[in-house]
């Protein structure tokens, strides 16, 4: 069971040309999945690499009205603040609705973790 | 004191158009800098924001001699196999030898606290 007001979330990750820079992503949504299995959860690329966010709503169920789309991405820029809520309002129906939600990096735990990556480097005071 | 073999660590993040784009990267730096002072830890950025990672080596003290780059990036792509590479190979000299480091999204701790953000959207199993 989803928390809060959606029926799915799509995990949204930047694309890239090297195919090999999708393993962390792929790692990440293999990781997510073993627990809460394939039916709540996605992964799409915003451009150069499939799925798509289109490929990806596409494949929703019937029964899916409302999707967070959740970015896989540090600091909302450009993309964030203009490609893809351009891609979101293309893809809006009437029976489907499509929120998107702050950046992973935007997470409290996600913050205090580089925090801590960058102090490991840094040492003890 | 800096742990391992580096005089000091450059934290790179990628860089984009929208200036509002760079403040968690600011303000993950702050945070750290608030712990560790600014003596051993800056921040730069790869493209279209500045300063460039040219410029914080270009502000190091002459008693710095082995720098780490950290990559404030998720994953790595062109970016960091390509362009970042060909930047350190510019910037190395007899007296001063530059790393690149894994980016900071490889560290478990990040790792894990992206799944858990996750998993904090997808709620109880």
Redesign the interface.
């Given at each position: 069971?989803?928390?809060?007001e959606?029926d799915h979330?799509i995990?949204l990750?930047h694309g890239?040309?090297?195919p090999?820079?999708?393993?962390?992503?792929e790692?990440?949504y293999a990781?997510?999945t073993q627990?809460?299995g394939e039916n709540?959860?996605s992964l799409a690329y915003m451009e150069m690499t499939t799925p798509s966010l289109e490929d990806a709503v596409a494949m929703l169920g019937s029964t899916v009205k409302s999707v967070?789309v959740?970015p896989?991405?540090?600091?909302?820029?450009?993309h964030l603040?203009h490609d893809v809520p351009t891609q979101i309002t293309a893809l809006q129906r009437e029976d489907l609705h499509l929120t998107l939600?702050p950046p992973?990096?935007?997470?409290e735990?996600?913050?205090?973790?580089?925090?801590?990556?960058?102090?490991?480097?840094?040492?003890?005071?």
């Open positions: 069971m989803l928390r809060k959606y979330i995990l990750a890239s040309p090297d090999l820079w999708k393993q962390p992503f790692a990440l990781q997510v627990t809460y709540n959860v967070a959740l896989l991405f540090l600091a909302v820029g450009r603040r939600l992973i990096g935007d997470d735990l996600v913050k205090k973790a580089m925090e801590t990556a960058v102090a490991n480097h840094l040492g003890k005071v």
